[in-house]
């Protein structure tokens, strides 16, 4: 039997963290060569990227005393009803197909149509591990404009934790649908949290952007197949 020295095997996982690393740096970085810039902290909307009807914007605001972190904003307009993207929202299954590194997610705890728990993990690459985000969710839609908010707020001690999962303590996020006039639909998406950050902002950037924006793309195809199929939902008026 062959005996690895502690040394040895300490110098093997770096190397393949280091190799898993450069490779995810090397797939995502195409994504965002066009629009390069600074790696600095910005107060307004900055574009940073705009391909195939979608867009991906970033600011930073205060995440506590000394620091900002990024929150990211995602839009795009589809030819939909809206009851065809809530079905895509609030389906699981739907869910699952979409959301960019989705390993797990599912509705618990439902109060009604318009109040419900959402457990979501995440797939994240070897060595670190999967990372798992419990959200409390608020639907409201306005009578006149027909416009739907949908409030996702963090709630980490919701729900147990998993063994080997990392819990993320910090979200805040929303989703905007919005009827628009041709049978379109405008759809927008913000995110924000305060976690710091496991890896260095020029590893981590481009990856959250580009699973932003095909979780955007996914998400669409979903939308446009449940509106050929003519969804109805009871609780969305369209």
Request: hydrophobic share 35%; glycine share 4%; proline share 4%.
């Amino acid at each position: 039997m062959k005996i690895i020295s502690p040394s040895t095997s300490l110098i093997s996982r770096s190397l393949v963290c280091l190799i898993v690393i450069i490779f995810y740096f090397s797939t995502y970085q195409a994504f965002s060569q066009d629009n390069e810039e600074e790696l600095e902290v910005y107060d307004e909307w900055r574009l940073k990227k705009d391909k195939d009807g979608i867009k991906i914007l970033t600011r930073w605001i205060k995440a506590e005393e000394g620091r900002k972190a990024r929150q990211m904003h995602a839009v795009m307009q589809v030819k939909s009803t809206l009851g065809a993207g809530i079905m895509a929202l609030t389906n699981d299954q739907q869910v699952k197909i979409w959301l960019n590194r989705a390993k797990e997610y599912y509705h618990f705890d439902r109060e009604d149509d318009y109040h419900w728990y959402a457990y979501t993990q995440f797939k994240i690459p070897w060595p670190l591990d999967n990372q798992d985000l419990i959200t409390y969710n608020t639907l409201q839609q306005d009578n006149e404009s027909k416009n739907i908010h949908v409030a996702l707020i963090g709630d980490p001690g919701h729900k147990p934790e998993e063994k080997g999962v990392q819990r993320i303590p910090h979200f805040d996020g929303s989703w905007e649908f919005k009827p628009l006039e041709n049978g379109l639909i405008q759809i927008d998406y913000y995110i924000f949290t305060k976690t710091k950050p496991v890896l260095p902002r020029w590893i981590i950037d481009p990856i959250v952007e580009y699973g932003l924006w095909s979780t955007f793309r996914d998400m669409r195809e979903i939308i446009l197949e449940n509106n050929s199929k003519n969804i109805k939902l009871s609780f969305i008026s369209d």
